[in-house]
């Protein structure tokens, strides 16, 4: 029993020395959008150099800023992968913490798609057809009601006559967030009942963000794989997902057009297709000399053959930045220019 | 007595209460037979449920056990190898590997010139090649300059098709060209592209690219959490166990232990992953993703499990072994150790193995404690980061590419296996070793 205890303290004594000790392999946490990116890097980089390969945790991007932003030294996180901007909020956070200095590299571009099965027949939406075949309120003949409409075809005669069945991410999600931002919200301000609440912002809200809960959209859990193998099972069905899914999927399923703009990656790229969000990484500049490699690993994520038009991130499905913006993020990077918000 | 005057008095009553006794049996037995239906009824639900998870997992996931493999005549060119022709090793690790592989394939098809054709071809080719031709080259040097063949993974993109989850006609926009197609359709006729035994799903750690994705990394994570949740949780449990059964006051206060190790037993597991963070991580600073940490935890999460099987195994122990060796002059202590404990150790190991078999499958504490990650290298300790293969499991079900579909089945049954083989190890020592009293 003595002999136990003993190699029990031993043990804890071993593990304050393993940490006490500086580490040599970066650490990365944060947005699971930009997960497949980060970690592909990440292998690259760790097969490429003499350094070891860094470990890339998946918690989302609010939790890996939190984490980010706990503080300097080496059981806090190196980088964090955001899917959305640091929030001011988040930067004084983390100064409070001793994290003084931020830089920010932008990675390139997500879209996000409404797609179904190549079964059934492809669809043109705009983002206001989105909204009011989404939304809990819509706006009829002046005056917000639940949202009445059960067909496509009840929102736009153009639109198939077919039930609104849509799949997309629970509120926990990023891609959630990112979808509301960017169809829901954007298309409210269209119609004057909605845009005249706008001083009463909290009503204003509610009318733009809130989905409806009366199973037209169903809410299909974080495993966007899922969604592709019901609506492949489903051909009446629409799904709600990152482009890399469509991307990987493209034999079975066929992206509904947004406003006209078919959602490929050139219409991405070139920011034509109007549902996309910009992707993040943060490093910590603080421990850019404490642990080995992170300059080298920046240098990989911003190497040509990687971010690039033709490099193993497209290949993953990321859109890339534009030439000049990709050529000026990169330089800004290597110099490690701190965030200035 | 009255009934009996009745009988007696009334022979027509006799045969209608025969009649009614009749009716009240087949009633009781109908009851019983429809008990037995129901039963059985639950059983072939039950069974029809557990048939259809292994048939799906199974029928997705053994073709994982299969992997696409190029067959290449591969030219070591020492002016890309070794221009200076000096062997340096580090000239040798760093050489451009896969752009001999590539030039095999360019030999094979020489009407491929263009730059587009070049890219789909080399997209034929796994981008982990290089490290095969660098082993071997590192292995023996002399084969700079010679020919050799050589087998090579071939791209995830190419496995689906040979598999037959990507179709052999080319779809606008899909992920595979005709022209890629019709070079599949060749190297499969030319027996270059055939499947193999995927040893690399066994032999190494995590990857984004399937074809080189493997347990092992997950599995080893497994291993020494398991390792460190053993060597804490039996002594831990089986001490606590004895003592409370054997040694301690009944009163209020070990009433209010057992209530709480009860209670313990089924907190959800995700709360010990949130202790785990608070204590080990942010007070002890053990370090993050470590299967050290995600071991005390699963510790904390098995304990009870441990200790109400270990008390029920003890208490079973007749008291009549304790009195004879009481009455032999054995010290308490003595009569724990030398007879109880002995006689109570299947039942103990039992409830051990069970509560380690469901600590194996658990992902949701590992996720406070940062076990949720990439780690690509295998760990060589408890001190190393890594994950755990239910974590694996739920990585890979989360990636896009659709070769990681048969991964994660690949991936469930070997961790079935692991679940099903502690079981069975369970249930022979308990037949084995087992006494009724």
Same mark, same amino acid.
Not at chain 1, 288 to 314: C, H, K, M, Q, S
Not at chain 2, 247 to 267: G, S
């Given at each position: 029993m003595i002999r136990k205890s003993l190699a029990v303290a031993a043990l804890a004594t071993l593990a304050f020395t393993a940490t006490a000790e500086a580490r040599d392999q970066i650490r990365i946490v944060g947005s699971s959008t930009v997960y497949p990116f980060s970690t592909a890097v990440a292998e690259q980089f760790g097969r490429g150099s003499n350094f070891k390969t860094p470990v890339v945790e998946s918690t989302g991007s609010g939790g890996g800023l939190k984490l980010f932003c706990?503080?300097?030294?080496?059981?806090?996180?190196d980088i964090t992968n955001s899917s959305r901007r640091i929030k001011k909020s988040e930067v004084e956070q983390c100064a409070e913490n001793g994290v003084a200095e931020v830089v920010e590299l932008k990675i390139g571009f997500d879209g996000i798609v409404l797609a179904s099965s190549k079964k059934g027949q492809p669809m043109d939406l705009s983002r206001e057809q989105v909204f009011l075949a989404l939304a809990k309120q819509v706006p009829v003949d002046g005056k917000l009601v639940?949202?009445?409409?059960?067909?496509?075809s009840d929102v736009d005669p153009s639109l198939p006559n077919e039930r609104i069945e849509v799949l997309g991410p629970p509120p926990t999600s990023g891609t959630r967030d990112a979808f509301v931002e960017l169809v829901m919200e954007e298309a409210c301000n269209q119609f004057p009942e909605i845009a005249a609440l706008k001083d009463n912002s909290a009503a204003h809200k509610a009318a733009c963000a809130t989905i409806r809960e009366d199973g037209a959209y169903i809410e299909a859990g974080e495993n966007d794989n899922l969604i592709v193998q019901k609506l492949d099972a489903n051909p009446k069905a629409v799904g709600i997902f990152g482009y890399s899914f469509l991307d990987q999927n493209a034999d079975k399923l066929q992206g509904a057009r947004m406003n006209g703009v078919e959602p490929t990656f050139e219409n991405i790229a070139d920011a034509s297709y109007p549902v996309s969000r910009a992707m993040y990484i943060y490093i910590k500049k603080a421990h850019v000399d404490t642990v080995p490699g992170i300059r080298e690993f920046i240098a990989e994520f911003t190497n040509e053959r990687a971010w690039g038009p033709e490099g193993y991130l497209a290949d993953k499905g990321l859109i890339p930045l534009p030439d000049d913006e990709r050529k000026q993020a990169a330089e800004q990077a290597a110099t490690l220019a701190p965030l200035m918000m | 007595m009255t009934e009996m005057s009745q009988t007696v008095t009334a022979p027509t009553d006799a045969a209608a209460r025969k009649a009614r006794q009749d009716a009240r049996l087949r009633k009781r037995h109908a009851a019983e037979r429809r008990f037995r239906a129901l039963g059985i009824a639950s059983i072939i639900i039950a069974l029809t449920f557990l048939g259809l998870l292994f048939t799906t997992i199974i029928g997705k996931g053994y073709t994982a056990f299969m992997q696409s493999h190029l067959t290449l005549e591969v030219y070591f060119d020492p002016a890309e190898i070794d221009p200076a022709g000096t062997r340096d090793p580090q000239a040798l690790a760093t050489a451009n590997y896969i752009a001999l592989a590539r030039q095999s394939l360019q030999d094979l098809f020489p009407e491929a010139t263009s730059r587009n054709d070049r890219r789909q071809m080399n997209?034929?080719?796994?981008?982990?090649a290089d490290l095969e031709l660098r082993r071997m080259v590192e292995a023996n040097p002399e084969i700079i300059g010679t020919t050799q063949r050589v087998v090579l993974p071939a791209s995830a993109d190419v496995d689906m098709v040979v598999k037959g989850h990507i179709g052999r006609d080319a779809v606008e926009g899909g992920r595979v060209s005709q022209q890629q197609l019709d070079w599949i359709a060749h190297l499969e006729a030319q027996d270059m592209l055939a499947l193999q035994f995927n040893t690399r799903f066994f032999t190494a750690g995590d990857s984004r690219e399937p074809e080189l994705a493997g347990i092992k990394g997950a599995v080893m994570g497994s291993f020494y959490a398991m390792l460190v949740t053993v060597a804490l949780s039996f002594p831990l449990g089986v001490a606590t166990a004895i003592y409370l059964e054997e @040694?301690? +006051?009944?009163n209020r206060w070990t009433d209010l232990i057992e209530v709480n190790i009860n209670n313990l037993a089924a907190v959800p597991s995700i709360v010990f992953g949130l202790l785990g963070l608070a204590v080990f991580l942010q007070f002890f600073n053990l370090p993050r993703s470590a299967p050290l940490v995600g071991g005390l935890v699963l510790t904390l999460m098995s304990l009870p499990t441990i200790i109400i099987a270990s008390r029920a195994a003890l208490k079973a122990v007749p008291p009549s072994i304790r009195q004879a060796a009481t009455g032999l002059g054995a010290s308490k202590l003595q009569v724990v150790l030398h007879h109880v404990l002995p006689l109570a150790m299947p039942g103990i190991l039992t409830g051990t193995i069970i509560a380690l078999a469901q600590a194996l499958g658990e992902t949701a504490p590992l996720l406070m404690i940062g076990m949720v990650a990439f780690v690509v290298d295998i760990p060589g300790g408890p001190f190393d980061p890594a994950t755990a293969l239910p974590v694996q499991i739920f990585l890979w079900a989360d990636a +896009?590419?659709?070769? @990681?579909v048969e991964r994660t089945s690949a991936a469930i049954i070997v961790l079935l296996g692991f679940l099903a083989v502690m079981n069975i190890v369970a249930i022979i020592l308990r037949k084995k070793f087992e006494r009724r009293w």
């Amino acid at each position: 029993m003595i002999r136990k205890s003993l190699a029990v303290a031993a043990l804890a004594t071993l593990a304050f020395t393993a940490t006490a000790e500086a580490r040599d392999q970066i650490r990365i946490v944060g947005s699971s959008t930009v997960y497949p990116f980060s970690t592909a890097v990440a292998e690259q980089f760790g097969r490429g150099s003499n350094f070891k390969t860094p470990v890339v945790e998946s918690t989302g991007s609010g939790g890996g800023l939190k984490l980010f932003c706990a503080g300097v030294g080496v059981q806090h996180p190196d980088i964090t992968n955001s899917s959305r901007r640091i929030k001011k909020s988040e930067v004084e956070q983390c100064a409070e913490n001793g994290v003084a200095e931020v830089v920010e590299l932008k990675i390139g571009f997500d879209g996000i798609v409404l797609a179904s099965s190549k079964k059934g027949q492809p669809m043109d939406l705009s983002r206001e057809q989105v909204f009011l075949a989404l939304a809990k309120q819509v706006p009829v003949d002046g005056k917000l009601v639940d949202n009445p409409y059960r067909n496509w075809s009840d929102v736009d005669p153009s639109l198939p006559n077919e039930r609104i069945e849509v799949l997309g991410p629970p509120p926990t999600s990023g891609t959630r967030d990112a979808f509301v931002e960017l169809v829901m919200e954007e298309a409210c301000n269209q119609f004057p009942e909605i845009a005249a609440l706008k001083d009463n912002s909290a009503a204003h809200k509610a009318a733009c963000a809130t989905i409806r809960e009366d199973g037209a959209y169903i809410e299909a859990g974080e495993n966007d794989n899922l969604i592709v193998q019901k609506l492949d099972a489903n051909p009446k069905a629409v799904g709600i997902f990152g482009y890399s899914f469509l991307d990987q999927n493209a034999d079975k399923l066929q992206g509904a057009r947004m406003n006209g703009v078919e959602p490929t990656f050139e219409n991405i790229a070139d920011a034509s297709y109007p549902v996309s969000r910009a992707m993040y990484i943060y490093i910590k500049k603080a421990h850019v000399d404490t642990v080995p490699g992170i300059r080298e690993f920046i240098a990989e994520f911003t190497n040509e053959r990687a971010w690039g038009p033709e490099g193993y991130l497209a290949d993953k499905g990321l859109i890339p930045l534009p030439d000049d913006e990709r050529k000026q993020a990169a330089e800004q990077a290597a110099t490690l220019a701190p965030l200035m918000m | 007595m009255t009934e009996m005057s009745q009988t007696v008095t009334a022979p027509t009553d006799a045969a209608a209460r025969k009649a009614r006794q009749d009716a009240r049996l087949r009633k009781r037995h109908a009851a019983e037979r429809r008990f037995r239906a129901l039963g059985i009824a639950s059983i072939i639900i039950a069974l029809t449920f557990l048939g259809l998870l292994f048939t799906t997992i199974i029928g997705k996931g053994y073709t994982a056990f299969m992997q696409s493999h190029l067959t290449l005549e591969v030219y070591f060119d020492p002016a890309e190898i070794d221009p200076a022709g000096t062997r340096d090793p580090q000239a040798l690790a760093t050489a451009n590997y896969i752009a001999l592989a590539r030039q095999s394939l360019q030999d094979l098809f020489p009407e491929a010139t263009s730059r587009n054709d070049r890219r789909q071809m080399n997209a034929l080719l796994s981008v982990g090649a290089d490290l095969e031709l660098r082993r071997m080259v590192e292995a023996n040097p002399e084969i700079i300059g010679t020919t050799q063949r050589v087998v090579l993974p071939a791209s995830a993109d190419v496995d689906m098709v040979v598999k037959g989850h990507i179709g052999r006609d080319a779809v606008e926009g899909g992920r595979v060209s005709q022209q890629q197609l019709d070079w599949i359709a060749h190297l499969e006729a030319q027996d270059m592209l055939a499947l193999q035994f995927n040893t690399r799903f066994f032999t190494a750690g995590d990857s984004r690219e399937p074809e080189l994705a493997g347990i092992k990394g997950a599995v080893m994570g497994s291993f020494y959490a398991m390792l460190v949740t053993v060597a804490l949780s039996f002594p831990l449990g089986v001490a606590t166990a004895i003592y409370l059964e054997e @040694f301690a +006051p009944k009163n209020r206060w070990t009433d209010l232990i057992e209530v709480n190790i009860n209670n313990l037993a089924a907190v959800p597991s995700i709360v010990f992953g949130l202790l785990g963070l608070a204590v080990f991580l942010q007070f002890f600073n053990l370090p993050r993703s470590a299967p050290l940490v995600g071991g005390l935890v699963l510790t904390l999460m098995s304990l009870p499990t441990i200790i109400i099987a270990s008390r029920a195994a003890l208490k079973a122990v007749p008291p009549s072994i304790r009195q004879a060796a009481t009455g032999l002059g054995a010290s308490k202590l003595q009569v724990v150790l030398h007879h109880v404990l002995p006689l109570a150790m299947p039942g103990i190991l039992t409830g051990t193995i069970i509560a380690l078999a469901q600590a194996l499958g658990e992902t949701a504490p590992l996720l406070m404690i940062g076990m949720v990650a990439f780690v690509v290298d295998i760990p060589g300790g408890p001190f190393d980061p890594a994950t755990a293969l239910p974590v694996q499991i739920f990585l890979w079900a989360d990636a +896009p590419e659709r070769a @990681f579909v048969e991964r994660t089945s690949a991936a469930i049954i070997v961790l079935l296996g692991f679940l099903a083989v502690m079981n069975i190890v369970a249930i022979i020592l308990r037949k084995k070793f087992e006494r009724r009293w």
